[in-house]
């Protein structure tokens, strides 16, 4: 027994050309979607009346029996398998004779290859949306339970104002929500059935197509039988999606390993999400965070390479196209590896509510005092000249800005012994009240908005 | 002269520094999307009751002058102007003296440039996809024109199937039509309106940020002030398609480079779009070919770049993102370029029927003569090693295949003398009848659904 | 069971926690390195009189048994093994006892691994050089064997002026040269030894690190702690010799797949290095060549993925830094994969000189043509447009330029009965004397240099 | 007047095509190395005795005064120069008449651009040494000066071990070394020069093409004309050196930024090198690190963008190349824009030796606890589990490690009063002494090689 192909050539393929042809390495994790995919092609088939109803029933027992082998993990590959395809053919050849050789009929590797990788894809964007949406849940969770609780805000990594800790950890919940739409964006352009495509130019049966998209789960048959065997626009923006996502989990990763600083203290992981030294017994390692940043960086190279790979490939199917699988399998098994770790050390972590509320310290309400002298009608940009004085001689004194004494904000512009009041800092956060704010009421509207996310609004 | 932030230093910026750090150089281009968002933001300020009418319409008066200059290209920076936002308040001030000053109220800079920018994505986008569709069109209607032009279909750039050349042009239109999709997806995640996201913690004035975001063109505010200024999601999933839709022009332009040597022979490019050697006075080059296939790479670049310079940044506006906007344009200015030129030198291309047709060699319908041997109940595997061995035997006595004498044939299998009739190439492309095949009734139907794709279906 | 460093903490990690953390799946490839690193470390610590000399060598032989198990693919992980540096310790331990944990003294996993992992490029450079040098050789056989095969030139894939075949293949060696080169420059910033940097700081005990670094084959001690434990410039530069050199393969196929097309018809793969078609039984398809061009994209995004996840780190050690072995793995895996594959199917293909030879059409002369004007007097511009009208001319006839009658040579320019000499290919070739031209004595020459390159010089 | 090459075409090139195809915007950056090259050009020919001694006088006279047009600025583009070449060219002819017309004898611009960016770069390489040295003397003159500095030295941005500050500034030092190492490396592979590889198959005059190379700067000539005018691999590798040099000045820039934030308050940097903010008074911002290090994000897709663009080309020129030259002019002018920045911010920063030196808190003085154990007999292991306790004990008691009272040490281990020397910071850096270890001595022999290298050995 050979290959699917072997009647044209004199001799065998070199064995180290086999070792870097052979796909079975990775497309034996399409097993199921192409045991799938051809039980819906016999069917299809027997309808065309290229099969008879025996010899259909006769395939599809066969590749049931595939399937269970599969599922029981008894399936045993041959050394002669090339690809999955080539296996499960090869096995249903053994299960039931002559009639196995009737099943490739008028479909080719290039249509079946690219059936399996859609149906795979399918059965994971669900998946990783659930995944994303348990780390959005978590940080709803902890939203909810912190929107009183005071962070200093960070622009440039300079405390610039304050913000409340549920409106900072919201602000991670948008942009994984980016993440499930652009996911769900992206199904519909999975979800064309390349079954029936041939080899290139379509198949010469006459198969119903759309009946056996429809059949494998798909929303339509691609309309293109070129296309349909070459698009790989699918893999590009999976990976693409996969690849922000990781820049997203990165963001809070970057923000974490801060927080977790002796020199932040704003949170404590717990021990069941921290690591250790080999040599320095103190150590208490954010490593899950930090092994979080550093794959967005690999995932941003998975789809580099693949768009690479991709790019001046002529027309049609390229046997470079089968460099498709390996990154999507790696990008998927990294998020649904660390999305349910992220949640579960954030849903565990200490918050340390008195240092982060001890980092707020007055000079961060400087915009608020230039608000305070534009209530009493002086320009902006006049206001925050003058503020920006009062900062400078705060400094120089080595005062605090609420520390400066009324004559010196007097000598500096229009202040009234009010001007104290702008430094009660959780006023400050309650004028921030427009939509999108960072003031308790504004949050809350957030949370009811993302709680509607959730749900699947 | 100075900076919007002069008050609490003490020297002035560095030159080298303030080179580095400037932005005009490139946000000029978004001199416009400033000044209207500057308006609407007066207006907001007023409906606040932050300005007064006089001072919104002085404001507005003065910016409506700044518009004109800039529309006449009157407009004259200054040495002393950081960025454009710097330029326009300072030559607002000039215009309506200490009015100007109130402008900036309860705005910064973080949501003002991610306003401007994302205004300016909203005007590009149908710029975008106008010139994609013009390719499109150019497709299409090469494509009514050649449902009968026949054409070797390749994979592996093998000789495999024959198609139509209408089937291969429009497996083209529909990459370019994933394009326009996903331009549109992208929209929605554009059209967040940032303004009165403030610095990260919202404006601390009543703003209604719905009225402002609609009066902008936005659909909505965005729902959170930190996600507000900081997400620049849009700008990588723009790369992301700007670059995927350059691979899909490399993958036309490769194409055409092949078909336009003397060895393929298919294509003859129009002197009007052609170009020609310093020193080999018979060349004839696809230079605008090979440029489209280069920059391909250089958009995978810009795309890349930017995901790497996101990574592992902490929450809120960091001045990393200032490298958001020149990659866009660069993208944007690169597929405005190419896209109509593709459509131009396709639109005038030769076509060269006679060489596409005889580069048709009968091996070509090898998988037609299996077909023929399933129809005699063969099982599709054991009529594809007979016909292999065909191919081998033909190949060996130096004969094409539908040169094998009928003995050659019987002794191989069950065939008759109607073998001979599977090598009418036609009668082989319209047994390809299915949805997406190369059938002429198939093109025909695709024809119509891509009719109305372009229509706005 | 536990892990190196649980002292301090009070519950075991969570258990998706652990396997997004381990490094055992891949580091186990160090294996050896790290015994070996081990042994070098206990002598080290002997000498600094850490260590007696019992306990030296219980240690030693304990190490050596752990290097027969790995050796003899006897060794059994256990699932507490974090690393390969914890499995090591763990079975030393089980082998020796107490002693066990002295081994770890004064050293941390920050420079073990590092020095493990510069251990393993070190062994993996002379085996990539070698593949390398491999394909070279192949390239070089042929060239002394087609030094008059003559081929036509290309640019823009126009056929822009005649050459021979040893040439074009030596113009591949020079490439691959480079590739040798450059990772011949790497090596001295791989052959830095950081053991003895602790985990930052250096070790704390008087460890002569220079005698160390050479007994484990390096040059050197790496000179600051700090950059030892966290430089991985080695890795970024090791990936993007990989990816280049990828690239140049990718280079190599993109021509073999256009020589063996039916078209061009240049070249054949043997049997041994094609594959079929599972559909079409005519198909022979270059399959390797096009995975060698898929791959060089992928390779690309190695790279690229590695650059991203170093972007932004702050100093020292940093968890994401155990991205790094994976790519490094992956890219060496698939050279070796590659480069002894295309240095058999070069080797074992048949190459088509009538093919090649019948494609020198006569216009490939046109630039002699115009060099002929020249030897007579005429400026060289002058030259290229006159010829270019003559070009214009033929083309307009159907006539090749060659079978212009001299008439028409005549009208437009000082051509006499000779210019019919200018179309002897041969001749042509020969004219392109200098240095690196095609000339048969050039490429001889350039012959005995490659040779001498590949001696070592 | 027109291109170097209309002869053969009937139409002129399409308007848009013209842009698209035109490089003058960008390759007039190589204007004097295009003169210069043909000024050695002429000289060679005349050697070949193609040009009489009066025509190559001409000619030089003329590109000369062309070249004082370029120095003054006073050199006119002309609407058709399609490029540099095209435009010098031009120019020499308005300026010699017909005698400019046997300039381009025998060469092409394949060669001649080649030619040109080589020595571009060869000019550019000595730059971007000198500003990396001179980054690299600032962190040498800061590292002398803070030898006794004391810092906490962080691993996973926990506080790990103390280090002194010059330690750490030496760390960036080899880093660049490094960059500066590759850069010289690379030059070697720069220094062919391809002129006289005509357009791919060599020049057909006889031209001394070893005397042409040296006569331009360069080391010999490139030994395959098919390679000398395809070889790129010198723009990768350019653009490989400059990312990693980016990701180097991101790794400092990041921790500058984190070392200027109010938590850790290390280090103040001048107002010369810090902005404010628009809205935010009290702002004081790192942006130049942060450009430094967003920055490093673009340059690493510069690098792959050009890889990308190369992969899969097939042999000789194609149009796709041009896009070798923006990537490498963004990335000089980004890394000559940042590196004197970055000198000039650190060289005026100011240095809190206070916050740094308290931020050494006794825990990270764990490892020497558990090195005490060691010297006393007990194996590491076992010692850093017995520390490990007891910084948990303290933990939980809210006491720092050398708070924990005797009998608590002792209930933990063989501990006795002489613990609490361990605790002297100074005395465990000093215990660091061997080979690049952070004590004083160490430090200062690594000053000393640094300065060395600094020379130039």
Partial sequence: MTTLWGGRFSTKLNEQAWALNTSLPFDRRLALQDVRGSIAWAGALQKANVLTETECEQIVDGLQAVEKEFAEKAFVFAESDEDIHTAVERRLGELIGAAAGK???????????????????????????????????????????????????????????????????????????RDRERLQDLRARVALCPLGCGALAGTAFPIDR????????????????????????????????????????????????????????????????????????????????????????????????????????????????????????????TLLAILPVLAGALETMNVNKERMSAAIDASMLATDVADYLVRKGMPFREAHAVTGKAVRAAAEKGLSLDQLPLSEWQALGPFEADVQQVFEVLKSIEKRNAIGGTSPQSVKNQIRIAKLKIKGD
């Avoid at 949306?129 to 622009?155: C, F, M, N, R, W």
């Avoid at 494998?216 to 999606?241: H, K, Q, T």
């Avoid at 040599?279 to 390479?305: C, H, S, V, W, Y």
């Fill in 103 to 177: 099943l490739h009929t008028g479909r080719s590797r290039n249509d079946q290859v690219a059936t399996d990788f859609r149906s795979w894809m399918l059965d994971s964007l669900p998946l990783l949306e659930d995944a994303i949406k348990g780390l959005q849940s978590v940080l709803l969770a902890l939203a909810e339970a912190h929107q009183t609780t005071l962070l200093p805000g960070y622009t440039h990594l300079q405390r610039a104002q304050p913000v409340t800790f549920a409106h900072w950890l919201l602000s991670h919940f948008w942009s994984l929500q």
């Fill in 210 to 333: 759309a009946a056996l998209a429809q059949s494998l789960g798909f929303d339509m048959a691609s309309p293109n039988s070129i296309d349909g065997i070459s698009d790989r626009d699918f893999v590009a923006e999976y990976l693409f999606c996969c690849g922000l996502c990781g820049v997203h989990l990165s963001k809070i990763s970057e923000n974490i390993v801060l927080f977790t600083t002796a020199e932040f203290g704003f949170i404590e992981l717990s021990d069941a999400y921290s690591t250790g030294s080999s040599l320095m017994p103190q150590k208490k390692n954010p490593d899950l965070f930090e092994l979080a940043r550093g794959k967005a960086g690999t995932m941003i190279g998975l789809l580099t390479g693949f768009m690479a790979t991709l790019k001046g490939l002529p027309s049609t199917y390229d046997k470079d196209l089968q460099e498709d699988k390996v990154p999507v399998f790696q990008a998927t098994d």
